[in-house]
């Protein structure tokens, strides 16, 4: 009996008695891996029981959020399945162009992202584009230079989503922070620019005030990383079967990357921002400011 045969082996035996089924056989053989993976599916089925706890917490308590909990969840789990899908496949192809291709689209969503978050910004999803894209792809430039990983899709695409995943956060946060401090600050950057300050010397403490507020939560997740709770990756490797170690070794790569990532991409998105703010003439731009 051939191997792909083990997973029916009764009904396998049958087909190959009856040759006017053998579509049925190649049916099941094509699509082994589909049912495999729906049989892999109990655990995860098996978690929806702590959903139907928070659906019906939440239908005690008259919160209104049943609908929207199980489309999340019933969202979530078409996501990750179409992209494990996919990511299978271009494992399995070996190929750089589809690193390069998965990063850009990656970068797209996270910009397009990041830019509805401060939608006031003029040309806010160009510029969360471009700085994530910047940001990201100078440290991923260097981790492959240095040797850190391997030009490889099962390594890039997970790095590059991890960084791209934070710098869109940061960058949403920095453009809003950004834009709300000037406007709060209207008269003071006004006065500033009517001294012969340049638009980089007038807004320098509301750059500081938004870098620092955007960059906050990474470096405070990056310095009780391990004492309040284990991060994904390290988590990933040790119910992989990784060593603690090793699994230590990955996360002090992956905490280092995410810093760097951030950092470029809001500093970056705060040169980015400025000729939406003001004009050639160093004038604000005041209809940016009025909503």
């Not at 917490?57 to 008259?62: A, D, E, R, T």
């Not at 494992?91 to 990656?106: H, S, T, V």
């Not at 950057?189 to 009517?194: S, Y």
Request: hydrophobic share 50%; proline share 4%; net charge positive.
């Amino acid at each position: 009996m051939s191997g792909k045969c083990l997973l029916f082996p009764l009904l396998c035996n049958l087909l190959e008695r009856d040759m006017d089924l053998d579509w049925v056989a190649t049916f099941l053989k094509d699509y082994e891996w589909l049912i495999e993976y729906l049989k892999n599916m109990v655990k995860p089925a098996a978690a929806l029981a702590v959903v139907l706890l928070a659906v019906a917490l939440s239908y005690s308590q008259n919160l209104s959020l049943e609908g929207e909990m199980i489309y999340s969840v019933f969202r979530s789990f078409l996501q990750l399945s179409i992209i494990g899908f996919v990511l299978q496949f271009i494992f399995n192809q070996e190929n750089a162009g589809w690193i390069i291709l998965a990063y850009l689209f990656m970068v797209f969503v996270a910009g397009y992202t990041a830019g509805q978050r401060a939608k006031h910004v003029p040309r806010g999803k160009y510029v969360a584009g471009v700085s994530i894209l910047v940001g990201t792809g100078i440290t991923m430039f260097l981790l492959v230079v240095l040797n850190v990983f391997p030009f490889t899709p099962r390594y890039m695409i997970p790095v590059a989503g991890m960084m791209v995943g934070n710098a869109m956060t940061v960058i949403g946060v920095t453009m809003k922070q950004l834009r709300d401090d000037i406007k709060m600050q209207l008269n003071l950057v006004e006065t500033a620019l009517a001294l012969g300050a340049t638009p980089r010397q007038a807004t320098l403490q509301q750059v500081k005030r938004a870098l620092v507020t955007s960059l906050s939560p990474v470096l405070d997740s990056c310095k009780t990383v391990g004492l309040i709770s284990l991060p994904g990756a390290m988590t990933g490797m040790i119910m992989g079967g990784a060593s603690p170690l090793e699994a230590i070794q990955l996360q002090i790569v992956v905490m280092n990357m995410i810093v760097g990532a951030a950092t470029v991409s809001s500093i970056m998105c705060t040169y980015l921002c400025w000729p939406s703010f003001f004009t050639k003439a160093y004038q604000l731009q005041t209809h940016v400011f009025s909503s």
